[in-house]
């Protein structure tokens, strides 16, 4: 059947899917615009961390954005929050969105290996009047976590995507029951729906399966951005 089909068609066929691509490029970053245009407006010392985040740090697109800071500023509002844990930080964006949630009286402890940024993390905490609320803990999540003898409201998981199963695995007992974990990246750019072998995209693929499985908990994908796995701890 392909051979029958003419070689001029083909090629139309081609460019009219690239540019079908591109239309729904166009359509998706103006349902972003649009949608943060009429969700509750960024805060000031956000707009500045993301810029000097920007100006200043490799990797910018790392930090979690307007939109998905307002997301999580809303899961840490709907259930008031008293402790979090955010495994991590980069430059504290989305740790000053998941504390504006914060129940009187709660803190959030926040999670990053990259000492180099501590200096950036600090700076933006005291910017946000958050340094009585956000606690900082420099090194390795995976040897962090279990010195944290306490019990969360909500865990967000945004590290190294090779750990999310062994993050996911040592976090859960600590979350209340009635709790969440929040993981990001779980789309990865759509490579998880693809054959693609590399790593990162097999660990976030068996996390994926392992946390629909797992009857502990009930759990959605929100599609996102890159992908949203919510989970609540039955
Ligand atoms: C995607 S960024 C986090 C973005 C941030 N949550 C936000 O939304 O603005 C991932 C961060 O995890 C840190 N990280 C990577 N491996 C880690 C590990 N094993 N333990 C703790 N932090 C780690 C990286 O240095 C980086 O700053």
């Known amino acids: ?32 615009n649009y949608s ?9 010392v956000l707009q500045q961390i993301s810029r000097e985040t920007y100006a200043k740090i490799l990797l910018p697109q790392m930090l979690s ?38 129940a009187e009286g709660g803190e959030l402890h926040t999670i990053e290996s990259n000492e180099e940024l501590e200096v950036y993390i600090r700076k933006h905490i005291k910017a946000a009047d958050l340094e009585g609320v956000i606690r900082l803990h420099i090194g ?43 993981a990001d990246n779980v789309l990865w750019s759509g490579k998880v729906l693809t054959d693609a072998k590399d790593k990162d995209t097999m660990a976030l693929k068996r996390f994926n399966q392992y946390v629909r499985a797992d009857e502990r908990v009930f759990n959605t994908l929100f ?9 609540q701890k039955l």
């Open 223 to 231: 599609p996102l951005r890159d992908g949203l796995m919510v989970i």
């Open 140 to 182: 390795p999540a995976a040897q962090i976590i279990p010195t944290l003898d306490m019990v969360f409201d909500l865990v967000f998981i945004d590290a190294d995507k090779l750990n999310y199963l062994l993050y996911y695995e040592l976090v859960l007992p600590k979350v209340r029951k009635g709790g969440f974990i929040i």
């Open 36 to 44: 943060e245009a009429h969700s509750s407006p960024e805060m000031t």
């Open 1 to 32: 059947l392909i051979l029958k089909i003419p070689f001029s068609t083909k090629i139309s066929n081609f460019a009219a899917s690239k540019s079908k691509n591109r239309m729904l490029q166009y359509l998706e970053q103006e349902v972003l």
């Open 65 to 102: 954005g307007h939109l998905q800071g307002n997301i999580l500023s809303t899961f840490s509002r709907m259930i008031q929050a008293k402790r979090m844990l955010e495994i991590g930080t980069f430059t504290a964006y989305s740790a000053i969105c998941l504390a504006q949630g914060l």
